[in-house]
């Protein structure tokens, strides 16, 4: 049980550094996803309703509603 934890205490650097890049992975796919049309439509009632981030949208926020595919169907 020594040698596991004295192993896991020395390699923390590896574990640290490989967290780092897992977050980067992650955080890169996701925002990669909003360079395509269908993500970023996704976001817009988020976007258009928030009150820290609606002056992107000079829009009321209902009129972006009407060009938002519903959830679940078939289009």
Request: glycine share 6%; no cysteine; proline share 5%.
């Amino acid at each position: 049980m020594q040698k596991v934890v004295s192993f896991l205490a020395s390699s923390q650097s590896y574990f640290i550094n490989l967290s780092r890049i897992a977050i980067f992975i992650v955080m890169s796919w996701i925002g990669g996803l909003k360079a395509f049309q269908y993500e970023a439509d996704g976001i817009v009632p988020f976007v258009a309703n928030s009150p820290l981030m609606s002056f992107f949208y000079t829009k009321n926020a209902p009129e972006y509603k009407n060009y938002k595919n519903p959830e679940g169907k078939t289009v």
